[in-house]
Nanobody, 120 residues
Framework: QVQLMESGGGLVQPGGSLRLSCTGSGNIFSISTGGWYRQAPGKQRELVAQISTRGVTNYAAAAAGRFTISADFAKNTIYLQMNNLKPEDTAVYLC??????????????WGQGTQVTVSS
């Protein structure tokens, strides 16, 4: 069974930065597309960014230009560097593996989620 463990969430002021990490079991990110999704209170889960097994990246419009997804396949870990954070980025961020490319709501395996709160 796939296991995903996130870390790196927290409280940050608008304009600040956070880096999320997700370590998967085995070499899962070398086998299947990894990604980050988020879910804000009262809203549907949405795609943030994905990275393919070859390192090709894909971003939702809200993340493009501010967020960067990367992977260290040797460490079975993907990252999400988030810069210039805005209050509307506040959400639980979920690590994912196995979603189809550009799948807006995601499927496959999920981590437990890490809270990101952007507030002054």
């Amino acid at each position: 069974q796939v296991q995903l463990m996130e870390s790196g969430g927290g409280l940050v002021q608008p304009g600040g930065s956070l880096r999320l990490s997700c370590t998967g079991s085995g070499n899962i990110f070398s086998i299947s597309t990894g990604g980050w999704y988020r879910q804000a209170p009262g809203k549907q889960r949405e795609l943030v960014a994905q990275i393919s097994t070859r390192g090709v990246t894909n971003y939702a419009a809200a993340a493009a230009g501010r967020f960067t997804i990367s992977a260290d396949f040797a460490k079975n870990t993907i990252y999400l560097q988030m810069n210039n954070l805005k209050p509307e980025d506040t959400a639980v961020y979920l690590c994912n593996v196995g979603s189809a490319w550009s799948d807006r709501s995601g499927n496959g395996a999920w981590g437990q989620g890490t809270q990101v709160t952007v507030s002054s």
